[in-house]
C-alpha cells in the first residue's frame, strides 16, 4: 500500500439560512446547531469533500460553492418535511447556524445529508446517491468539481443546547496521474472490474448507527442499500468536445467511487478517444473504504 503523500486540509463553509420548523413548546429547542467534516487524505487517510477539489502544495482542500446546500430532517418522521442550509462563505472549521424562526427539538433525532435531494419530502432511509455521469474539465493538476458524485451524511440528538453532526463520505475518492500515450482528443475514461461489482446508485439511511473510530478516522459501515451496480465508473472529459491531451504529458482525474473491494479483482483503466480509439492498462486492485483517498500512476 502507498503510503500518504498529502496531508489533508480542512476548509469549511459557515452556513447561512433560511427555514422554518414546527415547535414543541414542552421540549427545549435548539438553536445553534453545528456542522463539520474531517478531513480527506490521499491514501489511508481521513475523510473529505465538498465541490470543489484542490490539489495544493501541502494537501488536498475541499471548498463548498456558494448557494450549494445541505438538507436536515427529523428522522424519526417518515416522510419528513426537510430544511435546506445554504452555503455561502468560507472562513470556519465548523458551522455555526443560528436564524430566526429556527430551532431543533431536544430529544429528536435529526439526519444531515449532501448534496441536498430538492424534494420537499422525503423518506428518511431512501436518500438517493448516484455515481454516474461524473465528468472533468480541468487537466492542470489543481481543480476539479467532484460534488454531484460526493456524498456526506452525519446524524445527531440535540443536547445541553447545541446538535453537532459530524460529516462522513459514504464513497472514495481516485486519484489517477494519467500519462497520455498519444497526442488526442479524449472523450472518456473509465474503471472496468473483472466483475460487476461497482455501485452506480442507490439509497442511504440517513438514521442508521455511524460510528465514529476517533483520532481523525473516518466512519466505516454506512450502507447504500437498493443498488445498481456495473462492471465500471466512467468520467467524462471535456462534455461534447473532449480534452486534448499531449503524449508523455501527465493529468490529473478525479473519480469518486461507492465502497468496494477490489482486491481480489483485475482493474483495468481505459482510456478512449473521440474516434472511439481505446487504451488500457492494468491497476492494482485496492480495497476502496468508505471516506479514504487513493492514488494511481497511469502508464499505458
Known amino acids: 500500500m502507498e503510503k500518504n503523500i498529502f496531508a489533508a486540509v480542512l476548509l469549511l463553509a459557515a452556513l447561512a439560512c433560511s427555514c422554518s420548523v414546527k415547535e414543541d413548546p414542552s421540549v427545549a429547542d435548539v438553536e445553534e446547531p453545528r456542522i463539520s467534516v474531517t478531513d480527506f487524505a490521499i491514501e ?6 465538498k ?3 484542490t490539489f495544493i502544495e501541502t494537501g488536498v482542500r475541499f471548498t463548498f460553492v456558494d448557494g450549494e446546500c445541505l438538507g436536515i430532517f427529523p428522522y424519526a418522521v417518515k416522510n419528513a418535511s426537510q430544511m435546506p442550509f445554504y452555503l455561502n462563505t468560507i472562513d470556519a472549521t ?3 447556524m443560528k436564524c430566526p424562526g429556527f430551532a431543533l427539538q431536544a430529544g429528536v433525532k435529526y439526519g444531515a445529508y449532501y448534496p441536498y435531494y430538492p424534494s420537499y419530502f422525503i423518506t428518511a432511509d431512501a436518500v438517493p446517491v448516484n455515481y454516474t455521469g461524473q465528468a472533468q474539465t480541468s487537466v492542470d493538476g489543481t481543480t476539479f468539481n467532484i460534488g454531484t458524485a460526493d456524498y456526506l451524511v452525519a446524524n445527531a440528538t440535540p443536547a445541553d443546547g447545541t446538535c453537532f453532526f459530524r460529516l462522513s463520505h459514504i464513497g472514495s475518492l481516485v486519484v489517477m496521474d494519467v500519462t497520455a500515450p498519444e497526442t488526442d482528443t479524449y472523450t472518456e475514461l473509465s ?3 473483472s466483475s460487476a461489482v461497482f455501485i452506480t446508485g442507490g439509497t442511504i439511511d440517513v438514521g ?3 460510528t ?5 478516522k473516518p466512519a466505516q459501515g454506512i450502507t447504500i442499500a437498493n443498488t445498481t451496480t ?3 465508473v466512467v468520467l467524462t472529459l471535456g462534455g461534447d468536445s473532449g480534452i486534448a491531451l499531449t503524449a508523455g504529458q501527465t493529468y490529473r482525474f478525479c473519480m469518486m467511487v461507492a465502497p468496494v473491494d477490489l482486491s481480489a479483482s483485475t482493474v483495468t483503466l481505459k482510456l478512449k478517444t473521440s ?3 481505446e487504451f488500457s492498462t492494468i491497476l492494482t486492485g485496492k480495497n476502496l473504504r468508505q471516506g479514504y483517498a487513493y492514488r494511481y500512476n497511469c502508464t499505458f
Open 212 to 216: 465514529l473510530p476517533g483520532d481523525g
Open 230 to 232: 456495473s462492471s465500471k
Open 191 to 193: 474503471l472496468n472490474s
Open 44 to 49: 489511508n487517510g481521513d475523510p473529505d469533500t
Open 94 to 96: 465548523t458551522c455555526s
Open 275 to 277: 474516434s472511439e480509439a
Open 208 to 210: 442508521q448507527s455511524i
Open 51 to 53: 465541490t470543489i477539489l
